[in-house]
């Protein structure tokens, strides 16, 4: 028996042989859009740590992704919101804030001055010392 040799060009070839695999990988893998579909499912499913991370060791992965990714974009919102009405309350809290300060002043230095009163009846009780601020 001979050996025969065919000579078949490149160009012509190639093609036939990526359709051959393609169609394979094809056939493997079934629907595309199912196995997209199970893959994210998958991967949403994945078990991760409580900051969204797959940790090694096994037992700190106790969340799905798609829940700490979830409670992480809603607690980003949630503060988002409560400093966008807080920067819109400014001059209200500080006008609330003003006022706390003088209703509580007077209280707060009525007891200073007491104490100290209380304290200079008594010499060795009481130490003063007044400095001013060094330029």
Known sequence: MENASVNIPKDLLEPIIRQHIQAGIVA?????????EQVIDRM?????????????????????????VS????????????EAY??????AIEAA??????????????????GFADAAKQRWKLEC???LPRE
């Open 28 to 36: 493997a893998v079934g629907d595309p859009a199912k196995l997209i």
């Open 44 to 68: 949403l499913r994945q078990k991760v740590n409580s900051e969204g991370k797959i940790d090694s060791h096994s037992y700190s992965n106790t969340h799905d992704l798609i829940e700490v």
């Open 129 to 131: 010392k007044f400095e």
């Open 97 to 114: 804030v003003r006022k706390a300060i003088e209703r509580k002043t007077g209280a707060l230095a009525k007891a200073l001055v007491d």
């Open 86 to 91: 807080v920067e819109e309350q400014r001059p």
């Open 71 to 82: 409670r992480n974009a809603i607690n980003k919102a949630a503060r988002a919101a409560v």
